[in-house]
Structure formats: structure tokens, C-alpha cells
């Protein structure tokens, strides 16, 4: 079995990564865990279980590594049950099980699900938590808590520092007993890394590309592959009783074509969704716009004034430049904006 530790030296001797000291500040706490989780259980008839070692709570600003050291982390375990999982996809099929499980009339649904959960791993590494829905905030306690009892151990990336999840949320009060219960269980740790080396990669990297061709798809395909960084899956997110569907979504980075966005009837507060879930969106196969599609370009201004707005980073192939994307027909004046924001965009220092 590979030590966190080994494994991230590996890496940077490899090339992978560059060292940095404060990601290696923290490997130990990583270490702590697996190792705790990889000792043979010495489980006699008088001897109890060891409990389980604390989790982590790693927190810090956007690009500093902390999935990626998650993930490495999670790939150390080996054949200690595990499960990687998006905070929000995790919440919605809490949310889903809780529904079924009411259904069948149980009294308390959430000690089943609870339950279910904690059968199948030991582990259960969280990317990105962050709390903004009241169904989310006054559940997660006493779920987590159930989680811990049955031994489930932790692990987890946020933007957040504890006291600050939920801030200001609805009926903030009942949320304080999570916080607490983190703080418990967990061990929280900053990850002050000085560089954003999310940004660091895309700098200088060409994110515009046309035309649409087998280049563009593999370029494309190249930027998505370095900045997934391993399997994605889709994220759905709750848009007003909607369901708005990222196909592929990773560390951040979301995966879409022009048609899954713009080519459906999505709206202004979908697009705002969007934006705030994702840090880099790659976009595929934008089209030359007229009007023959004028509600998807109606569409993409819109979206492209949501990403703008919430400095998220946009990767794309595109079957023109920004501004001969749409030269033709009512709208071109509006799409101006587009193209210069569109422009702007590709700048290297964007998003910072
Ligand atoms: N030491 C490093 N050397 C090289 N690349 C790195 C290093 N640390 C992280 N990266 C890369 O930088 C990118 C951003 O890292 P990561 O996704 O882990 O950041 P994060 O802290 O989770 O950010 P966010 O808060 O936005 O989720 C990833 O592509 C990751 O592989
Ligand atoms: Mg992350």
C-alpha cells in the first residue's frame, strides 16, 4: 500500500506536480487517516474496535490543490471502501433516498438512508461542501452524525472555514450543531498555499478554438483531460424545481456542448446556476449564429453574461472568431457585447 506521503513525492518527481510546502503540510493528516483505516482490525473477543481516526475538514481559496490532494488521498486506499463523491450530487440522492424511504412509511427516515450509506464504505470523501439550501442545512447534522456513529470517517474540501458554511442562511440556528459537530470529528486545516494553480495552467494556454474539426475536439479534449483530472460525472442542479443537467463535471471544470446549454429551454436564473457551480466551464461546438437559431443565441448571451459576471473561466470551440460569430440579423448589435466579453475572456490574467 502506498503512503499519501510516497505517493504525492512520486508525483513531483514524476513532473506531475510542483512540490509545494504548505500541500505538503497537510499529506501527514491524510496519512494519519489511512493508516489508522489500514491497520488490521486486532479484533478479539475482549478487545473493541479502535474508533475511527477524526476526519478533515480541508478548507482554503479556489485552485490551491485540495481536490486533487483528496484525490490522491482516496486513490492511497486501495481496498478500504471508499466513495468519492460531489457534495451536491451526494445531497441529492440523500434527498432522493429520504423521499422513497418516507414513502414506505418509515417513522425516522433518516437513520435508514443514514445507514444505507455508512454499509457500503468507511470512507467518504466530499468535494466541495458548501451549504445553501435549507433542505441541505437541516439535515446534515444529523446525518453526519449518524455517519460518524456507524464509523464512517470524513473527508472533505470546502471554500469555506467551518463557522463560515451556511452563512446566513435561513434559520441559521438549527444549522450551529453541524458546526460544531465538524469541529468534533474533524480535523480543519487551511490550505494556504499562495499559488491558484488552476489559473497557473490555463495561463497562456489558448482557451478559444476555431474552427470546429477534428483539432478543435482534440485540443479540447486535451484541456478538459488536465484540468478533470479523472472521471466525471454529471452534476444536476435544482434550478426552481428544474433539473439542469451538466453532462460532465469534475474539480470544478464542467463539460458541455452548445446544444446542451443553449440548444434547450433554459433561462437567465439556469445560467446563474451554472456559473456559480463551476470554475471552468468547457464549451463545445458553438455554432455560426443567425437568425435560424436566434433563441439559442439569445441563449448563449445570456450565459455568457452569467459566466462573465461570476469570473468563471470559459474554454471553447467555436465555428468563428468572437466577433464573425454573428454578423447577421436582429441581435447583432447585442451579440457585441458578447463577442467583446467573449474577448476579454480569452485574456490570460481573465478570472483572477
Ligand atoms: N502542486 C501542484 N502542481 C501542479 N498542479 C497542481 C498542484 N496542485 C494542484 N494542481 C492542479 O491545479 C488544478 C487545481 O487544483 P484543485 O482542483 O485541486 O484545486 P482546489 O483547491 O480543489 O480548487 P477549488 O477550491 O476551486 O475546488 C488541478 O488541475 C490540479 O491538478
Ligand atoms: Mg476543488
Redesign the pocket.
Known amino acids: 500500500m502506498t503512503e499519501v506521503t510516497d505517493l504525492y513525492a512520486a508525483?513531483?518527481a514524476d513532473g506531475?506536480?510542483?512540490?509545494?510546502p504548505a500541500?505538503e503540510a497537510v499529506l501527514p493528516e491524510f496519512e494519519r487517516i489511512r493508516s489508522a483505516l489500514a491497520e488490521p482490525a486486532k479484533r478479539g473477543l475482549f478487545r473493541k474496535a479502535p474508533p475511527p481516526p477524526e476526519g478533515l475538514y480541508?478548507w482554503?481559496?479556489?485552485?490551491?490543490?485540495?481536490?486533487?490532494?483528496?484525490?490522491l488521498f482516496v486513490e492511497t486506499l486501495g481496498e478500504i471502501p471508499n466513495r468519492r463523491v460531489h457534495f451536491h450530487a451526494f445531497m441529492q440522492e440523500i434527498h432522493a433516498q429520504l423521499h422513497e424511504a418516507r414513502q414506505g412509511n418509515a417513522e425516522d427516515a433518516l437513520a435508514p438512508v443514514a445507514a444505507g450509506v455508512a454499509r457500503d464504505v468507511r470512507v467518504l470523501a466530499f468535494?466541495?461542501m458548501q451549504i445553501t439550501d435549507i433542505t441541505d442545512a437541516m439535515i446534515v447534522g444529523r446525518l453526519f452524525e449518524a455517519l460518524f456513529d456507524a464509523g464512517v470517517v470524513v473527508v472533505t474540501?470546502?471554500?469555506r472555514v467551518p463557522d463560515d458554511l451556511y452563512k446566513d442562511g435561513l434559520n441559521r440556528q438549527l444549522f450551529l450543531p453541524f458546526i460544531q459537530l465538524i469541529k468534533e470529528r474533524m480535523v480543519v486545516w487551511e490550505?494556504t498555499?499562495p499559488?491558484?494553480?488552476?489559473q497557473?495552467?490555463l495561463e497562456g494556454a489558448q482557451v478559444y478554438f476555431t474552427p470546429i474539426g477534428p483539432e478543435a475536439r482534440a485540443a479540447i479534449r486535451a484541456v478538459w483531460t488536465?484540468?478533470?483530472?479523472g472521471a466525471a460525472e454529471p452534476l444536476h442542479l435544482k434550478v426552481k424545481g428544474r433539473d439542469v443537467v451538466l453532462p460532465a463535471f469534475r474539480?470544478?471544470?464542467a463539460r458541455a456542448s452548445f446544444y446542451d446549454l443553449c440548444g434547450r429551454m433554459l433561462g437567465p436564473a439556469d445560467y446563474l446556476a451554472v456559473a456559480e457551480a463551476v470554475?471552468v466551464l468547457v464549451l463545445e461546438d458553438i455554432p455560426r449564429l443567425s437568425r435560424n437559431n436566434f433563441n439559442e443565441a439569445k441563449r448563449f448571451v445570456t450565459l455568457i453574461d452569467a459566466l462573465y459576471e461570476a469570473r468563471v473561466r470559459l474554454i471553447c470551440s467555436a465555428a468563428a472568431e468572437p466577433e464573425m460569430l454573428y454578423v447577421e440579423g436582429e441581435g447583432t448589435f447585442e451579440f457585441e457585447r458578447t463577442a467583446s466579453r467573449l474577448r476579454e475572456m480569452m485574456a490570460a490574467d481573465w478570472g483572477q
Open positions: 508525483r513531483v506531475t506536480l510542483q512540490a509545494d500541500q480541508l482554503g481559496g479556489v485552485g490551491r490543490g485540495k481536490s486533487m490532494l483528496m484525490d468535494d466541495e474540501t470546502s471554500n490550505l498555499s499559488t491558484d494553480y488552476r497557473d495552467r488536465d484540468l478533470s483530472g474539480n470544478g471544470v470554475r
